[in-house]
């Protein structure tokens, strides 16, 4: 039991939900440092949606929205910490929902899955097929899923499968604390923004963007820019702190 | 089997210690998400030693050597990773160690000191209080030990924890490679350093370091410029990545 008064309580509850979730085979133990490694960077933008970050969410929107076919693409960090906040964005954007894992067994799928509809998620399931250009467990994904996306959106993706998604010609919309991942740097549009405070900014864009800023947003996607922005904001926050 | 010549095997091996370390008990689920905070840090300092670390590491040698009552506290995480190298400490420091955790529970307490006593540890242990001015399980400590000590040496401390201790007028020497966490901001003396860089140096420090040297180094304790310092790297290491 964390005590509420806990000045890291969000931070501290947030690790006590994924260590739960590691014990029922729903995260990876590796998904555990992930975490951490995401947690120091979130630190160094100051735990907010910066400006830079923002632009980006609304963007997303706009990419999820304009698609043919969108899909999100859920791992088991995402849905341990916001299944319910994908929920309300598959909502928000009609986007398709697909479990896909870096660690993957078919027991984990399934169990991330369960969890997603128990929040009201409606999950695409069923056959995979290894269809990605990677080698054996990670090449994995759905025909009528992912393989036939135009525009994904891969919350904490690993960098190999971003770049094969990209080179398939995809549009690839990543969410990464790490603005200097391989992940964050080949994405088409990188949210440099924590988890369950970008979602439900990217929601509330696909609701409140009027048509003609949404065309305007994905006609100005620069993607060197809000990496830059976000590595700005660490920069300035660490020399505050050298006052 | 991680290969010996991969660029990030030290890394690997350490990630893999720990979660086997997790399976077995011994390093809380928690520590996981610690421990890769801690690798982002040590990422934008270059993994390496800096120089204000190794100043700080030398005045921890000092310190040390020179308490009263010297002792190092032990968490799941240090064990796991370091208890060779708190064994080599202990002996060239002369310290106790005692096993302190966040996430208490007697069996993991024994399990610790199991594994710290098989790398040659003289760990002391039994009846522990609830000594420190903190709610309910954080509060433990052993009269005779922490509660007793001038000096302590605490690798990956919780900020509470830190706070409590140098309130009760003790000396604490904090090993954190996050420089803006409130561990590092109220320790006495701040290495922000990684763990099993940071040991060996200290324990290297307390062999080599001359009488005049350590009462010039102990008379010069400078945290703020310390972690001014490691925060310099950091924003001069991500400036490069703006280029």
Redesign the interface.
């Known amino acids: 039991m964390i005590?509420a008064d806990?000045?890291?309580y969000r931070s501290?509850v947030t690790?006590?939900r994924?260590?739960q979730c590691?014990?029922q085979g729903i995260v990876a133990?590796?998904g555990?440092?992930?975490?951490?490694?995401?947690?120091?960077?979130d630190?160094l933008i100051g735990e907010r949606t910066t400006r830079s970050a923002l632009i980006a969410e609304q963007t997303a929107a706009a990419l999820l929205q304009t698609a043919r076919c969108p899909i999100i693409s859920v791992n088991g960090n995402t849905a341990a910490l916001a299944a319910n906040e994908i929920c309300a964005l598959q909502k928000a954007s009609g986007a398709r929902v697909e479990v896909n894992l870096f660690h993957r067994t078919e027991a984990r799928v399934k169990k991330i899955e369960d969890l997603l509809r128990e929040s009201g998620v409606d999950v695409s399931s069923g056959e995979a097929e290894q269809l990605l250009p990677l080698s054996h467990d990670r090449a994995w994904c759905r025909r009528e899923g992912i393989f036939s996306a135009d525009v994904v959106l891969v919350p904490l993706e690993d960098g190999d499968r971003c770049e094969a998604l990209v080179n398939m010609g995809k549009t690839v919309i990543a969410i990464d604390l790490?603005?200097?991942s391989r992940t964050a740097r080949s994405a088409t549009l990188t949210i440099v923004d924590e988890l369950t405070r970008a979602l439900p900014q990217i929601t509330q864009a696909c609701q409140e963007t009027s048509e003609p800023k949404k065309v305007k947003l994905i006609s100005r996607v620069d993607n060197h820019y809000l990496l830059?922005e976000a590595?700005?904001e660490?920069?300035e926050r660490?020399?505050y702190?050298?006052d």
Chains 1, 2 share one sequence.
């Open positions: 005590p806990h000045p890291r501290l690790r006590e994924l260590a590691a014990k133990l590796e555990l440092t992930a975490h951490g490694r995401g947690e120091a960077f630190y790490n603005p200097l830059t590595i700005r660490m920069t660490l020399s702190a050298l």
